[in-house]
């Protein structure tokens, strides 16, 4: 293990980059969207049901699961679950920690390099005068890889732009990581992270007081319609599992916790200084970012110019892109441009505080335990990505991307929680983890806090995992009794395509994997899977590697 | 809008803002403990 001295220069440089991490694009895409689809006011109360009895527990455990393994030399989630039980079989759980970052980073550099082509895009006005088709267009034109048949052969069309705003974008994040924590992703977070807010205060200040619009021939084209849409509450909704799990996995996303990456970054904090209170501050930004900022733009605007009923319909990740220019445009050219920039500008700074942090557990892993350097460990991982992004960026309309989302940025967060859960609440023992997350806190966490991290979050978590293997058809509370019924009476169980034991196992589908001499689709979903387990195995091998160096060096220092 | 979406909008984006403010706040009066970890590692023992 190699004496690695990285570390933070000041205390709100590591709460900016902590909340940057959880700040993503999620928190301006996803959750509105998720609320507008799961009953809308009433979705904010499991929604934060689920942050006070699962969010925030998790996160106050990997703030000191991190500082644990940091103080003794480990900055990655192999060797953290390591110093907290010597069984080996923890060190190869926490390779999830590392393999979750690098799956996701793959495609999500991707997105970010949309983002950054799209500020540049609105800069120099290039949405000016089209309308809402010729903007959706645009996007299509950007990024439409599209794969064509000639006789028997398959051939790639791939858009020289997207793909050079994603090698800029992939070699922006290696410089940057290349300069350490506190010379490189801190400095970052410190613009970063206040230009975000900034913007988006902007932009929220537009969505709530945008009002009725007149749009011809559109009368719910009015954005306090969005708003009340967003928060009324429909209570019925409450009695629905399928709203619970949504409230829940969308604590999982927005907090980044069940990806190793709050570990990592906890691990360079000093063994006496505070994370109880400095973890409720980043955890509270984020809060902040989404519930206040995420909630009063996309959504409200949209329907101020679209109509409450197209918003319904439509609400999804895409519109940031085929759809927010459009709207921009109403308010003429010198907003729209501002309103461009601080959009995107927004989306890109959220999406690289976020890749920025999923660099760092594969650099922490390789600096401690081979003893590369920065600038050597950067390269390698731009590398990695490199190869794992490739096919989702020239197969994306087979699904890759869709395949490695699912794999890395679903399950792989629901395995690694549950794991972390019951590792430290049970196996290195409640008790110990209470001082860990008590020594040096600034503020005095809640008693009782104690009873809910070793009782009532891993019985959360496993739950959700449990309905997560399970689902039946699309999860509503009906289908679970219906789901019940056909167990008793006809001994089977209506697999949902999402639930992980129906993926794992090709349930819903046919197994094809070339028709007429060409790949189908399920090829490149196999092929996807295969691509991530060789990741997955190729990392836990290193970890055997970095084991068996760990032991000679033991062994040397003894002799 | 509706008078009871306005009530939860701005209630729960009322007590988000304090929340966080509080927190905020709370981090920048407090003021930065003196001891190093360099001294205080504790090596790993496999």
Redesign the interface.
Known sequence: ?AQVKEGWGS??GL?LAMAGNAVGLGNFLRFPVQAVQNG??AF?IPY?VSFLLMGIPLVWIEWSMGRYGG????HSTP?IF??MSKKRIWKYVGVFGIFTNIGIISYYTYIESWTLSYTLKSIFQSFAGLSSDQVSATFDTYAGIHTQVAGNQLIINAPFWAIVAFVVTLAINIYILSKGLSGGTEKVAKIAMPLLILFGIFLAIRGITLGATGMAGCATCNS??G??F????NFDSLANPKVWLAAAGQIFFTLSVGMGTIHCYAAYV?????IA??A??AG??N??VE??LG?SVVIPIAVGYMGLDWVKENAGFMMAFKTMPYLFNQWGPILATLSGVAWFGLLFFAGITSSLAMGTPFMGFVEDEFGWGRVKSALVLGLIILVLALPTILFFQYGVFDEYDYWTGTVSLVIFATAEIILFSWIFGVDKGWKEINR?A??KVPHFYKFVMKWITPVFILVIFFTAMVKPLQGEMGDWQLAIHQLFTKGSWPWANDSIIAQVFHLNEKVTWFKDGLPTGMFFKDMSRLLLLSTFLGLSYMVHLA?KK??LT?KSLQS | MSTSALILMVSVQGTVIVLTAYFLIKVLRTPPKTDSNAEEDEPDLL
Do not use: Q, Y
């Open positions: 293990m205390r709100i709460i809308g006011g904010i934060f103080i003794r030399g480990n060797f390591n110093s306090h319609l708003l009340d967003l928060w009324k509450p000093s063994k006496n200084d505070d209170l400095n409720m501050s509270w930004m809060e902040f519930i206040v909630a040096g600034d503020i084991t760990r032991k033991s």
